[in-house]
């Protein structure tokens, strides 16, 4: 037996149905994976709900992400029984996703478990992890060091976002977290930051340069917040941007990048290199904090997404969400 969530179209309406898939239905894929746990993401919660019209294809499994192990493989890379993780390339989107109990994938998109991970922990930290981790490494390459001055977070309260608070304080840096929610200060504290600032700081309007105030930055919101914060740069900061929450235009001059030789690093956390994701996927393993990985989690069987995708989207979702199709 093989049970999914599965979406289809009626109407230009979504509709979600836990049904039990053939092998024949399947995609094309050099491995099978038995899935252990997925996590439950606001793009998740998009696609379950039809909201955001993030589907490009239907019918369509989502999850964006899972964790389990190999039931079958035709690639001697991947042994049966091997622990695996599947982060991006566009699963539960333009693939079939993590929401069933079996899925077959392309052994491109995989990467072994990291030593010190349960399957449970790595969709906890799930694909807002990989993509902090990313940012983090970013500004490192480019040289950013903790001595440069204190690194700037935003959207802090999301999952992007706190974890990279969490792992920058690791790695020794002075961070400062930008938040729109007054309740989470004590939250970002215990994660690292050293101060916590209100959104609404950053959602005025930017001159094209202000005063220099960060040395690094990373950015989940974009739109206006990140052209305020590219307007506060130091010399020669660094800016890791993911976010596209706040708009996908920038609204800015040439004056950071010229006058202030700012560097704008984008992360894409979708389609990266097999060897980066190994590195990103053991850093997480042995630099974020334990408490983190073991954090409160509520687990969902695959008749509950639904539900629960709808509280996504309407905010009301403390803490992650887990889906275990065995459930």
């Known amino acids: 037996m093989n049970k999914a969530l599965v979406l289809e179209q009626e109407d230009k309406k979504t509709l979600a149905a836990v049904r039990e898939l053939t092998p024949d239905e399947l995609p094309e894929g050099d491995v099978l994976v038995s899935i252990e746990y997925s996590s439950l993401n606001y793009k998740d919660g998009l696609a379950v709900t039809g909201i955001g019209k993030i589907v490009h294809q239907f019918p369509m499994v989502p999850g964006v992400d899972f964790a389990g192990r190999v039931a079958e493989s035709s690639n001697p890379a991947y042994q049966v029984g091997d622990s695996v993780v599947l982060t991006g390339w566009s699963v539960g989107e333009r693939y ?5 109990q079996q899925m077959r994938v392309k052994s491109e998109w995989l990467v072994p ?13 799930g694909t807002a992890g990989l993509t902090s981790m990313l940012c983090v490494m970013r500004l490192q390459e480019s040289g950013l060091k903790p001595e440069d001055g204190p690194v700037l977070v935003t959207g802090a309260t999301g999952g992007v976002g706190s974890l990279a608070v969490a792992l920058l304080a690791k790695n020794g840096y002075e961070v400062v977290a930008v938040s729109g929610k007054a309740d989470s ?17 950053f959602e005025e309007k930017a001159r094209p340069l202000d005063k220099s105030r960060w040395a690094g930055a990373v950015d989940t919101v974009g739109g206006d917040v990140l052209a305020k914060v590219l307007s506060q740069m130091h010399y020669n900061g660094r800016v890791a941007a993911v976010g596209l929450a706040g708009s996908a235009m920038l609204n800015t001059t040439v004056m950071p990048f010229i006058l202030r030789g700012v560097d704008l690093l984008g992360v ?26 073991t954090q409160v989690v509520e687990e969902v069987s695959l008749e509950q997404v639904p539900e629960h995708a709808k509280n996504i989207i309407e905010g009301k979702v403390r803490g992650r969400v887990l889906v275990n199709p065995n459930l």
Do not use: F, N
């Not at 079939?96 to 069933?100: D, E, I």
């Not at 478990?113 to 930290?125: H, N, P, R």
């Open 96 to 100: 079939w996703g993590g929401y069933a």
């Open 185 to 201: 200060h004590d939250y970002l504290k215990q994660l690292g930051a050293k101060e916590v600032l209100s959104r609404a700081e």
């Open 268 to 293: 894409d956390s979708v389609m990266i290199p097999y060897e980066r994701r190994v590195q990103a996927w053991q850093r997480i393993a042995k630099e974020l904090p334990q408490e983190i990985m």
């Open 113 to 125: 478990l990291a030593e010190g991970l349960t399957s449970q922990q790595a969709m906890v930290i």
